[in-house]
């Protein structure tokens, strides 16, 4: 008997320790399962976060001419506009390469052998471009013919101001640089600066009931740009009333005769000086002051304006050039 309850004991004893040992093996399991559960998830997520980072990293830019898939911040930057060039240099982003024979003196440094010469305005150099292998190439109307054979190079964006829309496409273009560049702090600020410049000048324009007429001296020929025009700014945003409304909107201005300046008799005459950026033989000032011109009021009371041509002509749409435009015909209404 006292065998028999012996043999009992030890056999419920056994049986509690495999149950035991089963119940840990078991627990043992799980936790793995749970570890190996956990692991896979994490992998997960960091594939979909390593897919969102590289999607990210683009950008899909629609611009007049087409549209681009642009890496964010490129290293390897070609230009070929120097508006564009001047907001780049205003934001604290360097480029490899643009035409360097067209680069105006505040611009200077890119002129410098740390920098390649990418051909001219008008005629990129293809082969040397090709073998600089850019991640991105920007261009304006100069370039415009060109875009095809870039853009088998490289990812290539226009970025031209529209002149009938002059401000909202200039923010517009340098709010696209900004995000490409990741700059969009420094450029929402130069922005902000810029946009209440403009609506001072605006109100000290219309305040005054300023009118002018808006002319290009190109050393010796004279053409008149009116509202809507590639200058037309000076009217549409800046709030200088047109002397002459009827001025053909025209990139390339509308032909005129010093008659019809007489004729006109403009409170403020604005001259941009062809001549200064690109040569000649007659400076503007000794093409607009002439015999007639002097019987105007804007001659007589002195509100012939000369405004910097680099400014107006070559680096528009940049932001050094656009903030100096406005303080200059605000000096020349003063």
Not at 68 to 83: S, T
Not at 128 to 141: E, T
Not at 198 to 204: F, G, N, P
Not at 306 to 318: E, R
Request: proline share 3%.
């Amino acid at each position: 008997m006292k065998r028999s309850l012996m043999f009992m004991f030890v056999l419920v004893f056994l049986t509690i320790a495999l149950v035991a040992c089963g119940s840990d093996n078991a627990t043992e399991t799980i936790s793995e399962a749970e570890v190996e559960a956990e692991e896979s998830t994490e992998e997960v997520v960091e594939e979909e976060e390593n897919e969102e980072a590289s999607d990210s990293a683009e950008l899909t830019i629609t611009h007049d001419l087409g549209e681009a898939v642009v890496p964010k911040n490129p290293e390897k930057v070609v230009v070929f506009d120097m508006g564009v060039l001047d907001t780049l240099d205003t934001l604290g982003v360097d480029v490899m390469a643009l035409p360097q024979e067209n680069v105006p003196d505040y611009l200077e440094k890119y002129k410098g052998d740390d920098y390649q010469n990418a051909g001219t305005l008008f005629e990129p150099d293809f082969e040397a471009i090709y073998g600089m292998d850019p991640d991105l190439i920007i261009i304006s109307g100069r370039a415009s013919e060109a875009y095809e054979e870039l853009n088998d190079i490289a990812p290539t964006i226009f970025m031209g101001v529209d002149t009938t829309n002059y401000v909202e496409s200039f923010k517009e273009n340098v709010t696209t640089l900004a995000e490409i560049f990741e700059k969009e702090d420094e450029a929402s600020e130069k922005i902000a600066e810029i946009e209440q410049s403009i609506d001072d000048l605006y109100e000290k324009a219309t305040a005054k009931e300023a009118s002018g007429l808006l002319i290009m001296a190109n050393d010796g020929d004279i053409s008149a740009y009116g509202a809507g025009s590639r200058f037309g700014l000076l009217h549409d945003d800046f709030g200088v009333a047109p002397t002459d409304e009827t001025i053909e909107v025209s990139n390339h201005g509308q032909n005129i005769s010093f008659e019809y300046i007489v004729e006109q008799d403009p409170e403020y005459l604005f001259v941009i000086d062809r001549v200064a950026v690109v040569g000649g033989e007659t400076s503007g000032q000794q093409t607009i002051e002439n015999e007639l011109v002097q019987t105007t009021r804007a001659y007589e009371e002195g509100k012939i304006v000369y405004l910097d041509a680099v400014n107006w002509y070559i680096t528009s749409g940049g932001l050094t050039a656009v903030s100096e435009m406005v303080q200059e015909v605000s000096a020349g209404i003063e």
